[in-house]
């Protein structure tokens, strides 16, 4: 955010821009800095939320409607524009890869010892 000015842009009389640190586009977080820092934190934020509520009711749903739920919402939530992540650090790619092998363990009941960010 240093290089963006915080002075608000005047256009005419009475219209001001204020400039911000991220603004999100076509869903995905774009950060003064263009790290993708935010984006990964955010999405990351969304997946396990997702996954926390639908913890609560898994035993509600028969095994193949959690897979399709987590198919769905969480793993289509974290690959979405996955091809912006090239050349990013691991350690913010670490940071979605937890999205797969924290939760889906618990949740689905499957052993993951590959990673499945490949």
């Known amino acids: 955010m240093h290089q963006v000015s915080v002075v608000p842009l ?7 821009v204020i400039p911000v640190s ?4 076509l869903g995905v977080y774009l950060d003064a800095n263009a790290s993708m820092k ?3 934190t955010r999405t990351a934020a969304s997946c396990f939320g997702i996954l926390h509520q639908l913890q609560s ?3 509600s749903l028969p095994r193949h409607a959690v897979v399709s739920v987590v198919t769905c919402l969480v793993l289509t939530m974290r690959d979405y524009c996955n091809s ?4 990013l650090s691991a350690k913010l790619l670490n940071r979605l890869q ?3 092998n924290t939760r889906l363990v618990y949740i689905i009941n499957i052993n993951i010892k590959v990673q499945l960010w490949a």
């Open 10 to 16: 005047r256009f005419g009389a009475d219209i001001f």
């Open 22 to 25: 991220c603004v999100r586009d």
């Open 38 to 40: 935010t984006h990964i």
């Open 57 to 59: 009711v898994q035993r």
């Open 84 to 87: 912006q992540f090239v050349g």
């Open 98 to 100: 937890a999205v797969i």
